[in-house]
């Protein structure tokens, strides 16, 4: 499986901005996706995860009701909507994906095979 990530940019607080990863590979629409973000001199953190059916999405506390990740397996891709973006939001976007089963460790970066290049979100106050 291959990922790209796109639509990040330069946003003001506030404002929203919706990433996309494009996967490539036929077990996307089986694996559990995930978003990272890394800000400058932070270690890459959770911020939400979905598994193949969307069923379950857990998202990190930092973006509990802001941000919202959701998939589309017929396009092979996934997103996450920002909205309410704060200047803490702003880092380096990375999706994700792991083959295996749904499991508690959604939130652990060992568990993800596969990683896109990730796209740049800035935030003005």
């Known amino acids: 499986v291959q990922l790209q990530a796109s639509g990040g940019g330069a946003v003001q607080a506030g404002d929203s901005l919706r990433l996309s990863c494009a996967a490539s590979g036929s077990i996307f629409g089986r694996s559990t996706m995930a978003w990272f973000r890394q800000a400058p001199g932070k270690e890459r953190e959770f911020v939400a995860a979905?598994?193949?059916?969307?069923?379950?999405?857990p998202t990190a506390d930092s973006v509990k009701g802001r941000f919202t990740i959701s998939r589309d397996n017929a396009k092979n891709s996934g997103y996450l909507q920002m909205n309410s973006l704060k200047p803490e939001d702003a880092a380096v976007y990375y999706c994700?994906?792991?083959?295996?089963?749904?499991?508690?460790?959604?939130?652990?970066?060992?568990?993800?095979?596969?990683w896109g290049q990730g796209t740049q979100v800035t935030v003005s106050s």
């Open positions: 979905i598994n193949w059916s969307g069923v379950h999405r």
């Open positions: 994700a994906a792991d083959s295996g089963p749904w499991s508690l460790r959604y939130g652990s970066r060992s568990r993800y095979d596969y």
